[in-house]
């Protein structure tokens, strides 16, 4: 299928697409961070992206989503949001750069959603499945990276919930689930999850990542 006016191409990709999960404090940034100097010292075309956000319409939708202001919106507004602002995030940022044969690295795509409001909100994978089936269909991650950290030991390393962060506000009986959200999905996805353990420290992480995604 071509590229219509404001459709994404359906052609083979010819880029990879890798994807970072874990809970909030599990040390993605400072992963994303030594995998983009890596890669860069390597002279590796790649972009970094993130969700919700990439894009100028994501990044309006990640600022509604993720204000502490916004207390009172319900789970499946929540739900619906994050989606929209992966359809966006998919036009805008992911299919150009994987058309162009690049590595797309995304600090989170949908398996956060089936954590956090599939499994953290209790919404369901079904219906996060639903209304992420544009993503799940057509751009599945090649990769996923999931740093296997709990919420208790991830919040007590970033000195507890951001206060700015809805997300991180919902308490700590809401990350526990989200955890096991993760954990079932990397069970489910054996081909696709690489599962390394949050404890190590970060050169011990990244050496395994590498050493994952070369493998991939």
Do not use: W
């Not at 599990?26 to 972009?47: A, D, F, P, V, W």
């Not at 619906?80 to 966006?88: G, H």
């Not at 689930?177 to 999850?193: C, M, Q, S, W």
Request: with cysteine.
């Amino acid at each position: 299928m071509e590229r219509g006016e404001k459709g994404i191409n359906y052609m083979e990709k010819t880029g990879k697409f890798i994807t970072f999960e874990g809970c909030d404090g599990c040390g993605k940034s400072t992963q994303l961070k030594m995998l983009s100097n890596y890669l860069t010292r390597e002279n590796i075309s790649h972009i970094f992206t993130r969700e919700p956000g990439g894009g100028k319409i994501s990044e309006a939708i990640r600022e509604i989503l993720l204000s502490g202001k916004n207390m009172e919106m319900t789970d499946e507004c929540e739900a619906l949001l994050y989606a929209a602002s992966r359809v966006q995030h998919l036009r805008d940022r992911v299919d150009p750069a994987l058309q162009e044969g690049k590595l797309v690295i995304c600090d989170r795509y949908v398996d956060s959603s089936l954590a956090y409001q599939g499994y953290g909100r209790g919404l369901g994978v079904e219906f996060i499945g639903k209304i992420n089936a544009y993503a799940l269909e057509k751009y599945l991650p090649d990769v996923t990276i999931f740093i296997d950290l709990t919420p208790e030991a991830a919040f007590k390393r970033k000195h507890g919930a951001d206060q700015n962060d809805r997300l991180e506000l919902a308490g700590m009986e809401f990350h526990k689930r989200v955890y096991e959200g993760f954990k079932a999905l990397a069970e489910a996805n054996p081909d696709r999850f690489v599962c390394i353990n949050g404890e190590q420290t970060p050169d011990e992480i990244f050496a395994q990542v590498l050493s994952a995604l070369k493998e991939k």
